[in-house]
């Protein structure tokens, strides 16, 4: 998470480094070269950090799945893949990070599904036997104090 937001920051600090760049070239008016080679840079310094964003918040999910048992989509067939040979890196694409939290989430409801049967199935009936036995004790001692 931390990774993410640093990224996330340095990606807006890249945008208004670019922008106070391309100010200065407005105000010396300077030759349209430059503003494509300086485009061009941006371009390039953005993609860059766009990617380590995507990789990110694949690798997050990745190891949320893994931690939960959760089945991640086939890697070269799928389509939902990634691959940045560049980099040597592979990260889920949108649609394949949607399944996959897809999958999380229904795995957690599961669980929860279970963990709240438990308590349905075992402990409120057993809170609610302690409760009668309790009340019934109670009634028991009343009456016979009342006859004393």
């Avoid at 340095?10 to 480094?17: D, F, G, P, S, V």
């Avoid at 989430?105 to 929860?112: D, G, I, N, S």
């Avoid at 279970?114 to 009456?143: Q, S």
Wanted: without cysteine; aromatic residues 10%; neutral net charge.
């Amino acid at each position: 998470m931390y990774n993410l937001r640093k990224l996330n920051r340095a990606l807006k600090k890249t945008r208004e480094t670019y922008d106070k760049k391309r100010n200065s070239l407005v105000a010396k008016k300077a030759p349209s070269d430059e503003y494509h080679i300086l485009a061009s840079e941006e371009h390039d310094e953005i993609e860059d950090i766009e990617k380590a964003i995507e990789f990110t918040i694949s690798e997050n999910l990745r190891r949320e799945a893994r931690s939960l048992d959760v089945e991640l989509p086939a890697f070269p067939a799928s389509g939902l893949w990634f691959d940045d040979a560049e980099r040597e890196q592979i990260w889920l694409r949108p649609e394949g990070r949607e399944l996959v939290r897809k999958r999380i989430y229904e795995e957690k409801a599961r669980q929860f599904e279970i963990k709240t049967l438990w308590l349905t199935r075992f402990w409120l009936p057993l809170l609610a036997a302690l409760v009668g036995i309790i009340g019934a004790a109670t009634g028991l001692i009343a009456v016979w104090h009342h006859g004393k």
